[in-house]
């Protein structure tokens, strides 16, 4: 409408049979009505944008192994709403004593069962070690990469893992249990027949 209205006062204008000030008044009303349009799409692709948050696909195929929100919580923007471990290639996470690593295993085969049924199996081997200990519980965190793992061992599964060590020719203590007399290295040793402890000093 207000497109015509200047159109028509346009070729009016032209033709000497409309004054300026009309003239004027028609431009500046198109102006305007063109403004609102522009804001109105500009609104538009804010509203279709906000729409689109609320839509969350994931970028890979995989499995949802935490939730961060809530039925009826209000999302900020940016917040995490899912952890999604992705379907490939898989690991099996174990957190081992450092004292393990003290002797060499048998096999380089670490092999892996389901907790809820270990007759289902596969065979992994170590692809990463943590070069740094848990100071809390002496552990280190080993990834052990599965070899073509079965359908039913699937993403978020407890298992087990076994392995076989050298049987060693020492006893191996972790090193909380350790103390020191001096300068020497010590450690206290119970005697189950008086129930007393001592002090037992390293002569090394």
Not at 75 to 93: E, I, K, P, Y
Not at 96 to 124: H, K, N, W
């Amino acid at each position: 409408m207000t497109s015509a209205t200047f159109t028509r006062q346009n070729t009016l204008f032209a033709q000497g049979f409309t004054t300026r000030s009309s003239f004027d008044q028609a431009q500046e009303s198109l102006r305007t009505a063109q403004a609102s349009l522009d804001a109105a799409k500009a609104e538009v692709g804010t509203a279709k944008d906000n729409l689109t948050y609320t839509e969350l696909r994931a970028s890979a195929a995989g499995v949802i192994t935490a939730r961060h929100l809530e039925v009826g919580q209000v999302a900020q923007a940016a917040q995490s709403a899912f952890t999604l471990a992705q379907d490939g290639a898989r690991d099996a996470v174990f957190d081992v004593y450092e004292s393990i690593f003290f002797e060499q295993p048998e096999s380089t085969t670490i092999m892996l069962a389901l907790v809820s049924d270990p007759a289902v199996t596969a065979q992994g081997r170590a692809r990463e070690v943590s070069p740094t200990v848990d100071p809390k519980k002496a552990t280190v965190r080993v990834k052990i990469a599965i070899d073509n793992p079965p359908a039913t061992m699937t993403l978020g599964s407890a298992v087990t893992g076994t392995v076989r060590w050298n049987r060693p020719s020492r006893i191996v203590l972790p090193w909380s249990a350790l103390t020191a007399a001096g300068a020497a290295p010590a450690v206290w040793i119970v005697d189950p027949a008086s129930k007393t402890v001592s002090l037992k000093v390293s002569l090394r």
